[in-house]
Each structure stands twice: as structure tokens, then as C-alpha cells.
């Protein structure tokens, strides 16, 4: 399914966006930290964040981003979004880009802003015995490379807490949709997923911005491996920032205080 380039974009209005945003935080809270600056509109930046179970992350990462920093990134994104065409039309309205080397090249020509989840699928799609909040990379490093070929600055994320309030009870094989994409993998699951029982905050760490620039060339295979692996270290050690944080947080569980406040209200209505 064919969509226009990435820089003809226009997607959802601004007064529709900063409302979907201050929407998407008031039915499911984030507690947010900026360990560095805060980025400004217009600056060429690069989200490198960890994914959860599902991708259901993203709309919180992305309406933190955009009320912090009036920036809208665009997410690269896996291929299987693009094969179901309702799906693949809300992702692209969203601001969604296919997310292969073509796109890319385009996106970075013209300094967009952009998201990436290097662990793609194999962190949204965990298995059942997959730990939480573990990086899966594997050896991906073409967000390192087009990171340094187009002078990016690198944001490293980490958010937590999707993965705590689902609980995956099987694998169901995906295989045949991955083949109708044209994806090699053989393997694909799906998790069957049922709710924990606890509705939480989300917790997102953003770490210190990193210069691509500084780490050499992007023709460099050993120049490109340390901006990757710089990148990923970094996010893993803010993934452990952020469950330190949700340990210390009284208000950690939402429906406790939900109950508090609406048996204030009711106190409140019968003075």
C-alpha cells in the first residue's frame, strides 16, 4: 500500500493533537524526568526509546514528547503495520513512516523529527517467558548509522509499565502474516495477552542527548557499532532509573487513588 513521501505529511490538526495528547495522560498517567535539555522545535532529533508489550507505549511517548517539546516525531515502523489498511491508514495519520531505508534516507533529508524502537517486534511481540523490560536489539544498528550520515542528535528513552499490567498467557503463531508482508520471519508469535489486574502510571526517563557527530563517520562499521552501543547501554541503565523511581512512588497504582478521590468528592458533596 502505497503512501505519500514522509516531509508530505501534515497529519492531525495542532488544536486535535495537543488534544489527543492531554487525553491520552489524563486517562493513563506518565510521570516523566528530562535528565538533559529539553529539546527545541525544529532541532534534528532522534527518539531511541525501548518498546512494551503491543507498542501500547507509543501514544503515551508520544504525547509526553509532544507537550514538552511542541515536536510531533515521526515513528519508524515495522512493515506488519502497513498490511491491514485500516490500520495501516491510522498509523500513517498518526505520523507513522514504513520504516526501511528509503523512508528514512527521506525523513532524516528533511530533518524531521523521529522515533525509533530498535527492539521492534521482538519487544512488542514478547513471549511468554520473555523478560519484562529487557532489551532485544539484537545486532540493529541502522538508527546508529543514518544517525551520523544526517548529523542527528540522539534522545535515549526508557519507559515502563505497560508490561506490568498485562499478562501474556500464550503464543499464538504469526508466521503466515509475516509472509503476507513479504517478512522472511518464520517465527513471529503473537501474545495472547490478558489484563494483570492493576492499572499504573507509566514512568519515562529521558537521558542525556547524544551528538552523533562526536562518534566519527556513518561509513565507519566500528564508528557506527559505539554510537550503537552507547545508545543502547544508555537506555537500559534509564530503564532502571525508571523502575527505581516507580519503587519509591507511593502513588504507584491508580485505582487506589481514584477510590480516594471520589470518596473526597462524595465527603465533600455531603458538608
Not at 11 to 34: C, M
Request: charged residues 20%.
Amino acid at each position: 500500500m502505497a503512501f505519500p513521501p514522509p516531509a508530505r505529511w501534515t497529519g492531525p490538526p495542532d488544536w486535535l493533537r495537543r488534544g489527543l495528547a492531554r487525553f491520552v495522560l489524563w486517562l493513563h498517567p506518565v510521570e516523566y524526568q528530562w535528565l538533559g535539555r529539553v529539546p527545541e522545535p525544529g532541532e534534528r532529533i532522534l527518539y531511541v526509546a525501548n518498546h512494551n508489550l503491543l507498542a501500547l507505549d507509543t501514544p503515551h511517548l508520544w504525547a509526553v514528547i509532544y507537550l514538552s517539546t511542541g515536536q510531533w516525531p515521526r515513528g519508524l515502523s515495522d512493515k506488519l503495520h502497513f498490511i491491514v489498511p485500516g490500520t495501516s491508514h491510522l498509523v500513517w495519520w498518526l505520523g507513522g513512516i514504513r520504516g526501511d531505508q528509503t523512508n528514512c534516507e527521506l525523513a532524516m533529508q528533511h530533518g524531521l523529527p523521529l522515533l525509533v524502537f530498535p527492539g521492534g517486534t521482538n519487544e512488542v511481540l514478547k513471549k511468554r517467558h520473555d523478560a519484562k523490560y529487557q532489551l532485544r536489539w539484537n545486532d540493529r544498528r541502522g538508527f546508529a548509522r543514518y544517525a551520523l550520515k544526517h548529523g542527528y542528535t540522539i534522545v535515549p528513552v526508557a519507559l515502563i509499565g505497560i508490561d506490568d499490567m498485562c499478562r501474556i498467557v500464550g503464543d499464538v503463531p504469526l508466521g503466515w502474516v509475516a509472509r503476507l508482508a513479504g517478512d522472511k520471519r518464520v517465527d513471529v508469535t503473537a501474545p495472547l495477552v490478558v489484563p494483570s489486574g492493576t492499572w499504573e502510571k507509566q514512568y519515562a526517563v529521558f537521558g542525556e542527548p547524544v551528538e552523533a557527530a562526536a562518534f566519527g563517520a556513518w561509513d565507519v562499521e566500528q564508528d557506527v557499532v559505539a554510537l550503537r552501543d552507547k545508545v543502547r547501554d544508555t537506555v537500559q541503565d534509564l530503564v532502571a532509573h525508571a523502575l527505581a523511581r516507580r519503587t519509591a512512588d507511593p502513588e504507584r497504582y491508580l485505582a487506589p487513588r481514584l477510590r480516594s478521590m471520589i470518596i473526597g468528592a462524595s465527603r465533600a458533596g455531603e458538608a
